[in-house]
């Protein structure tokens, strides 16, 4: 049975990418802090994500710091770690595999968002009304719109 997370995590550095053992693919590496709890109660967990989707190396650029991402990640397991700073106590860190995400936050911070042009002349131009389906219910003839 594999354990999973669902939650957002806020990017601490930018993504990075490296090649398959074989050389035929590229994956990417995402890491941050995911907060867990709430109030008083809440803690951040250090979390390290493997991207093993093919187009890792596409959207890895994306993937930058400060940015927050709402993740489902698999085959989780703690794995621990000495800091640089050997006075430091041994620390843990959350690792996985990064199976989907999506940006959060503001459309603007989404790769590939472009702003829409002359947005007060495409507000005020009518939209077109559909032409009604026609079906074989018996139901065509009735003249009423209805309001939903």
Known sequence: MSTYLVGNIILGQDARTFPSQDGTRTFASVQGWWKHGRGD????QWIDLKMLTPGAEKIAP???KGKTIHVIASQLHVETYQP??????????????????DFVGRKEDSP???PPTDTKQ?????????APVKSNTGFDDMDDDIPF
């Open 41 to 44: 109660d809440a803690k951040f």
């Open 112 to 114: 590939g968002y472009s």
């Open 62 to 64: 994306s993937l930058t």
């Open 122 to 130: 495409r507000a005020a131009e009518p939209r077109e009304r559909p």
């Open 84 to 101: 640089k700073d050997a006075a430091k106590p041994m620390q843990a860190k959350l690792v996985g595999i990064l199976d989907r995400f």
